[in-house]
Structure formats: structure tokens, C-alpha cells
């Protein structure tokens, strides 16, 4: 690691305060890691760290102290991101102080509205904290459509899934290429109104398993109110 690479982390460092500001603490890394559990093992901050060449995301998150943290950010230096990637994990990582601190970070660094709203959709998705919030997010057409399936495993998770799951697949349009996601989004509808699943079934060939497959979902989950 050259000098400019250890100015870079130090800088980040410097970000997140003391250690007795640090903040993740052990019950705040369990829930982590529970989310994390379940969400098949993967959050959306895992998917970002690995798409930047960064291994075993869970082995370096969350961090335990100032030193493992000092090793998060020494990987994100080093990972295959441009500056502006780099800076919006270090972005995600400051909300966590929920203080507002990642905001001045952002206005400081001039990362760009739109990947500031996804950092902050992925952190509610990923945190389950305000997952309304995330949904509202991803509305915004000039956002990408990434993470689809992961986005719908973090919205099935809570109280009440059903409206977030048909709000996000009808205002942010991801492609839905996962039969696990089409099935949910069939269920979500269902749930709603067994009219709007039973027409988004008949969208899908006479002919297809896709096709076959919701029809069967949908009888299960008529059966199963019955």
C-alpha cells in the first residue's frame, strides 16, 4: 500500500470517530448477522463488496472494532471500484451512526443524488429499518434495477410484505427473471386482490411451466384460505 492509499483510509477513519462512537456493537453486529442469515446468507452490502472484487464479505462485516474496520477500509481502497463507488460504501457505512454525519460525507465528496438514494435504499433494505422508505427509493425511475431478487428477499421479511413487494415491482419495474420473485410477486398480488395475480399469470404462455407453475401456486394459496 502506497502513501496516497494510506492517506485515503486514514481520511475514512477519521470519519467514524472514536471507540466509544463505534457503531457496531455486539448486539448491533448479532442483528446483522441474523439479517444476514436471513437473507440467504447475503445482504446488498455483501452483493456490493463481492461485484468490487472483495471476497468473503462476511468475514470483514460488520466490523468488530477501529482494527477490523481499518481492514474493511483498506479492502474497499484496494477493490476494483472508481472513487465514486468506494465513496458511496463508505457512505453506507456511516448511516450507521444514523447522526447524519454520512450526509455531510456526501456533500463533501459530491457523490451524485441518485447514488446517494440507492446507498440509502440498499442501508434500509439491508437494516430492515424503514424498509417503506427503500420501496419509495426505487420508485424513481432514473435509479438502476439491480438486485432485483435480493431487493425482494429483504421486503419479504417484513410484518407485511405484500403491499411493499407489489408497490416496488409496479412503480421501480425490475425484470422479474427469478421464478422464486414471480412467484412472490403472484402471492403479493393475491393478497391484494386474487383478480390483479390471476391476470398476471395469464401474461405468461398457455404453454410455459411458468405458467403451470402459478396456476398451482395460486389454487395452494386459495386452498389454504378456504
Not at 466509544?20 to 452490502?45: C, G, K, N, Y
Not at 422479474?176 to 403472484?186: F, G, H, Q, R, T
Request: a negative charge; one cysteine or more; hydrophobic letters at 40%.
Amino acid at each position: 500500500m502506497d502513501v496516497d492509499d494510506i492517506n485515503v483510509v486514514q481520511n475514512w477513519l477519521l470519519l467514524f470517530g472514536t471507540p466509544h462512537e463505534f457503531p457496531w456493537t455486539t448486539t448491533r453486529s448479532a442483528e446483522i448477522e441474523s439479517r444476514r442469515a436471513q437473507m440467504a446468507d447475503v445482504l446488498i452490502f455483501d452483493v456490493l463488496l463481492i461485484r468490487g472484487g472483495i471476497r468473503q464479505p462476511d468475514m470483514l462485516y460488520p466490523p468488530t472494532d477501529l482494527h477490523s474496520l481499518r481492514r474493511l477500509l483498506d479492502v474497499i481502497n484496494g477493490s476494483t471500484y472508481d472513487s465514486l463507488k468506494k465513496d458511496c460504501l463508505v457512505y453506507i457505512l456511516l448511516k450507521w451512526f444514523q447522526d447524519g454525519r454520512e450526509v455531510t460525507y456526501a456533500e463533501e465528496r459530491c457523490i451524485p443524488p441518485q447514488f446517494v438514494s440507492l446507498a440509502d435504499a440498499y442501508w434500509h433494505l439491508d437494516t430492515g429499518i424503514h424498509v417503506e422508505k427503500a420501496v419509495s427509493i426505487l420508485s424513481d425511475a432514473r435509479l438502476n434495477r439491480d438486485y432485483a431478487s435480493k431487493i425482494m428477499q429483504a421486503l419479504s421479511l417484513s410484518e407485511d410484505p405484500s403491499p411493499l413487494i407489489v408497490k416496488y415491482v409496479r412503480t421501480a419495474k425490475p425484470p422479474l427473471m427469478e421464478p422464486d420473485d414471480i412467484d412472490m410477486y403472484a402471492l403479493a398480488l393475491a393478497n391484494s386482490s386474487l383478480w390483479d395475480a390471476w391476470q398476471f399469470q395469464r401474461t405468461f404462455p398457455d404453454s410455459s411451466d411458468t405458467r403451470t407453475r402459478l396456476l398451482n401456486k395460486l389454487l395452494e394459496w386459495c386452498l389454504s384460505r378456504a
